[in-house]
């Protein structure tokens, strides 16, 4: 019975405590109205509702949600009404009621301010850690005209800022005594521009060097966007009081820092909790975060010609794609084989050599053209043995000579083994093509290494100065020494220069690019990426070539085949047969070919033109001719032709060598080629496992260390094991592209360079060599 009564009790009071529930109606003030901002205040409401629920009945009526679009006058006239109306708690949120809110002596209710404050404006008293006043507490990010237009000039030494800021705003301050006073002395001049829309600020851009957004908060994306493309446009640097999201979609940079929004619902959340469990808001713990972080956006710095100083690094979030917007040409894989076989010194060079074997074989056929020779000549005989007819004393001659070669065996040689160098010479020069290929396919990848190695660095580096933060944090609460803090400085000096190091990688993958294409080494270039399956590689399927290398019944016949293909295709054997067929005609001339005779014609005509003196005669010139045909035979020209068969012995020995070797060079590399695309098929696979496995361990390590629960070692091995992984993982599909690539060149053959027809005609061959050899 007893326990029936004390159950009973219980309930009787926790109904009677659940009814007498206090319901607290919220009014909210905020600057404008649009769908980005009904969405925030939407979390917001859910929020409160969700922390304060089980200790009050919390509402937000539409009609107390007061929207005054940055006019100071309105916002006045909404917070008097909020006063006079059934609301509990106010609720303000933006510029014009934040200068409301200040310019109370005393606040009737209460009132929760949330937002941004400018430093240099501000009644606040900033290093409190509460308000002290009645009824007030506020939650807010801190703002600094001053520390921005430093920044700003510091970066780009302006000489005339427009400093934006919406026309309510700018109504009721006294901007021009504070930024003049900002800017005194400092030789520059600035022009206020109050906006209503982006288009105010578009219109009053003339004679401005640079841009101070100091509002802004509520813009829409698309007009941010467009305002930062009209600065661009225009070569006008900006910088903005607002959050990094604005610098990501183009401005350049800002100084403050990218605040969770949860994190100040949260904190409004819980300080209405604590206010309706009876904790005045005048002793309740404001936020403020006086850390100032500059956020820059790397693309915009480089469309606008302004260096990013290596001292930055450390203290800079840079955002955007490190990808060069200053390009003068984007380049693909196929794009810089083409160019390269174009504009290539070393190719034209070596171009040239082929022309000039083309000129030997010329020079080897010339020996079967006709050799004309004309000759003049005047003699003068002393008197005293002149006469006539044959010797006068004066006399002008001429003579044309002809030789023309009918039969020889070594000129025939000769054009055969000139013919045969012209052909080795034309092979090495494919075999030439095909390392411009490779070495243009290295120059390329190594590019896209460089460029997101660049992208992981920074996103290190970040990680880096996310760790240190909590270091100081712990470091402050006492949950840490300062060693851990001074670990993380050190790590950060380290992972700065690493960063540097990756940029200056980049800068030099992008001249060794220029050098081979032959371009000015400052050229502006870009490279595109390469993925799988797409663009230019769409012809590579892995996965159907993973299959068959993971077969062991496919994987042997594969490499046979390819092995095959290679020795077809090989320019290195083509050049070597060449070479050994024009050894071995070389040995046939100085072998029985010497026994051959050599047959030519030759004739001469003469003439007498004229002859006069003494011994001279009257009669017409005399003239007269020869014709006849030589035959020769070199019966003894000191053991030479023996001499030269022995050497072409020999040279033919070592040719046949040279092949053998060839051949087994091929089949190694084709054997290692494959094995080494196995593993890069492989790494693509492991490393996607390896890099979300290792950003998963670094949260949670991270935020044990947070908690104190783990050591400032576990937090660094975790930290480089992602580092490591991110490396691993955004390189295998490079690395699986150029391994295919290299296996290409050992085979003689390059997809890339192909028709879709020849790459089909290849993989039939594959399948009729499966056919034919593994029944």
């Known amino acids: ?113 949330f937002g941004s404050v400018d430093a240099d404006m501000t009644t606040i008293n900033l290093k409190n850690n509460t308000s002290g006043i009645e009824n007030l507490t506020y939650l807010m990010g801190v703002q600094s005209f001053e520390e921005d237009l430093k920044t700003l000039k510091e970066l780009t030494d302006f000489t005339h800022v427009g400093f934006a800021i919406e026309a309510g705003i700018a109504s009721v301050l006294p ?25 105010d600020i578009v219109s009053k851009m003339d004679n401005l060097d640079a841009l101070y957004l100091a509002g802004g908060f509520f813009l829409l994306d698309e007009q941010i966007k467009m305002l930062s493309d009209v600065l661009i446009e225009k070569g006008i640097p900006s910088f903005t009081g607002t959050g990094p999201r604005d610098v990501e979609l183009g401005l350049m940079g800002t100084n403050n820092s990218d605040d969770n929004i949860n994190q100040f619902f949260r904190r409004i959340a819980l300080t209405i909790e604590a206010y309706v469990n009876g904790n005045p808001l005048s002793e309740q713990n404001v936020f403020i975060d006086f850390e100032q972080r500059l956020t820059a956006n790397f693309n915009t710095m480089q469309k606008l010609g302004i260096p990013i100083r290596y001292s930055l690094i450390a203290q800079t979030d840079f955002v955007g794609e490190f990808q060069n917007p200053l390009s003068q040409k984007t380049y693909s894989l196929l794009d810089i084989l083409n160019e390269n076989f174009e504009r290539n010194l070393s190719l034209q060079s070596q171009q040239k050599d082929v022309e000039l074997s083309q000129q030997d074989v010329k020079t080897a056929r010339s020996n079967y053209y006709p050799d004309i020779t004309a000759n003049a000549s005047f003699t003068n005989v002393d008197e005293s043995v002149a006469f006539a007819p044959l010797s006068p004393e004066f006399s002008t001659d001429g003579n044309i000579q002809l030789t023309q070669t009918i039969y020889s065996e070594a000129a025939n040689a000769n054009i055969t083994v000139q013919k045969n160098l012209q052909k080795a010479q034309e092979a090495n020069f494919s075999a030439a093509q095909l390392d411009a290929v490779l070495e243009a396919s290295n120059l390329y990848f190594n590019a896209l290494v460089s460029k997101v190695n660049v992208k992981i660095q920074n996103q290190n580096l970040q990680l880096t100065k996310e760790n240190l933060k909590i270091a100081k944090q712990n470091y402050e609460a006492g949950q840490s020494g300062k060693s851990d803090m001074l670990r993380f400085q050190s790590q950060m000096a380290q992972n700065t220069q690493t960063m540097i190091e990756a940029v200056n990688q980049l800068g030099q993958a992008y001249i060794s690019i220029n050098q081979l294409l032959n371009n000015p080494i400052d050229f502006e270039l870009e490279v595109e990426d390469a993925e799988l399956g797409k663009g230019v590689f769409a012809e590579y399927n892995y996965t159907q070539l993973s299959e068959i290398l993971d077969n062991p019944l496919l994987k042997d016949p594969f490499v046979a085949f ?23 005609r070389n040995f046939r001339l100085n072998s029985f070919g010497r026994l051959v005779p050599t047959v030519a014609l030759q004739g001469n005509y003469n003439q007498n033109f004229n002859q006069w003196g003494v011994g001279s005669t009257d009669l017409d010139p005399a003239n007269n001719y020869n014709v006849g045909v030589n035959i020769s035979l070199p019966i003894f020209n000191q053991f030479r032709n023996n001499i030269n068969k022995q050497t072409a012995k020999i040279q033919q020995d070592q040719l046949e060598i040279n092949i053998q070797n060839t051949e087994l060079a091929i089949e190694s590399n084709v054997s290692s080629g494959v094995l080494n695309l196995f593993n890069q098929i492989s790494n693509i696979r492991l490393s996607e496992v390896s890099v979300n496995a290792a950003k998963e361990a670094v949260e949670l390590v991270q935020t044990s260390y947070s908690e104190g629960a783990v050591s400032i070692i ?52 594959f399948t009729e060599f499966l056919d034919a050899n593994f029944d």
């Open 562 to 584: 390819l092995i095959d293909e290679a020795k077809n295709n090989s320019p290195e054997l083509v050049s070597l047969d060449h070479n050994l067929k024009a050894v071995e």
């Open 1 to 113: 019975m007893g326990k029936h009564l004390v159950f009973i009790l219980f309930l009787i009071g926790f109904c009677c405590w659940s009814q007498t529930k206090k319901t607290y109606t919220i009014g909210m003030l905020v600057d404008v109205s649009t769908s980005e901002t009904e969405v925030l205040l939407q979390r917001l409401k859910n929020e409160v509702g969700a922390v304060v629920g089980e200790d009050a009945d919390i509402v937000f009526p539409m009609e107390y949600q007061l929207v005054h679009n940055y006019d100071v006058e309105l916002a006045r006239k909404n917070y008097q009404s909020l006063l006079n109306s059934e609301v509990d708690i106010i609720i303000a949120f933006g510029s014009a009621i934040n200068i409301v809110i200040q310019g109370q002596t005393s606040h009737a209710k209460p009132t929760i301010l």
């Open 175 to 199: 901007l021009d005594e504070t930024v003049g006073d900002i800017l005194e002395g400092s030789g520059t001049d600035y022009t206020i521009i109050p906006f209503t829309s982006v288009e």
């Open 714 to 765: 576990q937090l660094i091995d975790a930290q480089n094991n992602y580092l490591q992984a991110q490396l691993a993982q955004a390189s295998a599909t490079y690395n699986f592209l150029l391994t295919a690539i290299q296996l290409e060149r050992f085979m003689g053959y390059n997809f890339l360079l192909h028709t879709e027809e020849e790459n089909n005609a290849f993989r039939q061959r």
